[in-house]
């Protein structure tokens, strides 16, 4: 049965929990701006009764206060951060699709296709002006502008390249503290939440944390009650991309290092490779990471999917061997090959090397085979690891998106093509001092400044070492045509036709013989024929409305087809984008509606409260004035 003094009891639980209640208003209203913060609610029950003996029937004893809790919806959390993780990877392809297209932005003056346009007018009115020098000097230096805009275009490349690089390492640093956080706190919780209480603010920072993680890439959370009663603890395991980051306690990291070795020609040095801190392999190629990692990493090294691969010949790739031998590879065309001609990388079975250069021969079928030399693994060994006849090889990664390296290759081509085209014919005539015809477009060695020799390379600048590889000392490329049985192709001079590879965009230059001096322009087949004949420069003006040079058409249609394809990516991306963050604006706003703080509604609460807190209190002055009446003014 109740006390006498039981009523004041429960006046009292009803203060305590209004009070409770109050206070926790007090905290959603300070915390309504805050991000990421939770509305917080109070817990309350009716607190156990007692039985009455001289009746039937229990008592009610007041309220308890069971917890304060937030309100939160784990399915609209998971729905968030799975639409947060597209929209990090929409929102940099964007960024940097963008950056791309301001590169090649086309008006009618100005953009790559501008630039041809003007070389080929400038070539086009040559011919009512054979002898004028001034109009020979203008086709020259609209030539050298073209050749201008391309190491421009490719330069730039570089630097979208650079920044995209650069980006990988700030948001891997971000995501390893991130990690470092998130451990941090589930200690913190485990630590108060095992005595019965609710870390409900720092739930919410973990949930912050996680939710910016959700944006770097593909994420999975569980979180596992281990244990009953009030001193059970959760486990709280965060993987990304399938693999452990956060395991409760203990986190793991990313580490990222500056490769030694090139996957493609125009790369830039020192790109950053990604693995995890405790030696599990970080697939920097995998369609599944998602989020703005794996944005970072198409836009750094997609190449559409075309990157080189092949198989080691039956009879190469013994062990120990610092050589191996390619074939049945997908470039049979030299002008759309993009990996680098040194110090370069190729993965031989599922084993990383590192070559120094490499060589190329070509069968009677018309089957190219690559010879890579020098080879050495990361750690320094050289020579193959193990027997690798047959095995798979691979530069690069399957990367089926257009990034860097994809128009880098775009720009080399066309370069090579039309330069090998229009060469080929300007070589064929002569110029005003009754000579050859020069390389008009060609490219500019790094190291000394000087022309590289295009057409042709002296046989006597190539060598053969021991083992039979060819290479040469001078000129363009040690890439050189070969028959089965190893021996040079030559020409009826003595010659040897030498390839255009190592002409890319970023050399891409005017023959520095023919810059101020425009009568070394060839334009007749032969000059006897009087100055005035310009069989040739008819020649190169059909030429460039040749349909056949490129799959695309002419070269002109080529340009425009490639900048087009830039706009529409751009445009794609930028759709995506947009719809993307609807979605999440969309989703957000349900789970607000669950979680955040509405103003108004704690207002009316507060009032509510606040009148539940006053009654209880007139309880309390009731129950008062009943014992004082009870004790001091009750006679015996």
């Given at each position: 049965m109740a006390s006498t003094f039981f009523g004041l009891t429960i006046g009292k639980t009803g203060m305590y929990a209004s009070q409770a209640a109050i206070n926790t208003t007090a905290h959603n209203v300070s915390n309504a701006t805050t991000d990421g913060y939770s509305r917080q609610v109070v817990n309350k029950k009716a607190s156990t009764p007692l039985a009455l003996y001289s009746s039937a029937g229990m008592a009610g004893t007041g309220v308890d206060v069971t917890s304060v809790e937030r309100v939160r919806n784990e399915y609209f959390d998971g729905k968030y951060r799975a639409c947060n993780t597209l929209c990090g990877n929409y929102s940099a392809k964007e960024y940097y699709m963008s950056t791309v297209e301001g590169y090649f932005s086309e008006t009618n003056t100005e953009g790559l296709t501008a630039a041809y346009t003007m070389f080929t007018t400038a070539l086009k009115s040559l011919k009512d002006n054979v002898a004028d020098s001034t109009v020979r000097t203008e086709v020259i230096e609209y030539a050298d502008n073209l050749t201008d805009y391309m190491n421009h275009l490719s330069n730039s490349m570089q630097l979208v390249q650079r920044e995209a690089n650069d980006d990988i390492k700030i948001t891997v640093e971000r995501v390893n503290s991130i990690a470092a956080q998130v451990a941090a706190l589930n200690k913190q919780i485990n630590t108060l939440e095992i005595r019965g209480g609710k870390a409900n603010d720092l739930r919410d920072q973990r949930d912050l944390l996680i939710d910016e993680l959700s944006e770097y890439a593909n994420i999975s959370v569980n979180e596992t009650k281990m244990g009953d009663g009030g001193t059970a603890i959760h486990e709280y395991v965060v993987k990304l991309d399938g693999k452990m980051l956060v395991d409760t306690y203990r986190f793991n990291t990313l580490e990222v290092t500056a490769t030694e070795g090139r996957i493609n020609q125009n790369d830039i040095s020192g790109l950053y490779q990604v693995s995890w801190s405790d030696g599990q392999d970080f697939n920097s190629a995998s369609t599944s990471l998602g989020g703005k990692l794996q944005a970072l990493f198409e836009v750094r090294d997609g190449n559409n999917g075309e990157n080189y691969t092949g198989k080691v010949s039956e009879d190469g790739g013994n062990q120990g061997d610092d050589f191996v031998t390619v074939v049945g590879t997908n470039f049979n065309n030299l002008n759309k090959l993009n990996i680098p001609e040194q110090n370069g990388t190729i993965t031989i079975g599922n084993k990383l090397y590192y070559y120094d250069s490499f060589t190329v021969s070509i069968t009677d079928e018309g089957e190219y085979e690559y010879t890579f030399l020098g080879l050495k693994d990361e750690d320094g060994y050289s020579g193959l690891k193990l027997e690798s006849a047959g095995k798979k090889v691979t530069i690069g990664s399957h990367i089926e998106y257009k990034g860097v390296p994809y128009y880098q290759a775009r720009l080399n081509e066309y370069v090579r093509t039309y330069a090998a085209s229009?060469?080929?014919?300007?070589?064929?005539?002569?110029?005003?001092?009754?000579?050859?015809?020069?390389?008009?477009?060609?490219?500019?060695?790094?190291?000394?400044?000087?022309?590289?020799?295009?057409?042709?390379?002296?046989?006597?600048?190539?060598?053969?070492?021991?083992?039979?590889?060819?290479?040469?000392?001078?000129?363009?490329?040690?890439?050189?045509?070969?028959n089965e049985d190893g021996d040079i192709i030559k020409n009826e001079d003595g010659t040897v036709n030498a390839s255009y590879y190592s002409l890319t965009a970023l050399n891409f230059g005017v023959h520095q013989d023919l810059v101020g001096e425009p009568q070394r322009l060839a334009c007749a087949q032969e000059l006897d024929n009087g100055i005035e004949e310009c069989k040739i420069l008819d020649l190169l003006i059909e030429n460039q409305a040749d349909g056949g040079m490129f799959k695309e058409g002419t070269p002109a249609e080529?340009?425009?087809?490639?900048?087009?394809?830039?706009?529409?990516?751009?445009?794609?991306?930028?759709?995506?984008t947009e719809s993307q963050n609807n979605i999440l604006a969309s989703i957000d706003n349900q789970r607000m509606e669950i979680s955040s703080v509405d103003q108004d509604e704690e207002a009316m609460n507060l009032v509510q409260y606040q009148n539940v807190y006053e009654l209880s209190c007139k309880v309390v002055s009731v129950m008062d004035e009943i014992y004082n009446k009870l004790i001091n003014e009750t006679g015996a």
């Open positions: 229009f060469n080929e014919l300007h070589n064929q005539g002569e110029d005003l001092n009754g000579e050859k015809g020069l390389d008009l477009f060609n490219g500019i060695c790094e190291v000394t400044g000087a022309n590289f020799t295009l057409q042709e390379t002296p046989y006597l600048e190539m060598e053969e070492d021991d083992e039979g590889n060819i290479t040469g000392k001078q000129g363009f490329s040690s890439i050189i045509a070969v080529y340009l425009q087809s490639f900048t087009a394809n830039i706009a529409i990516d751009t445009q794609q991306a930028a759709l995506f």
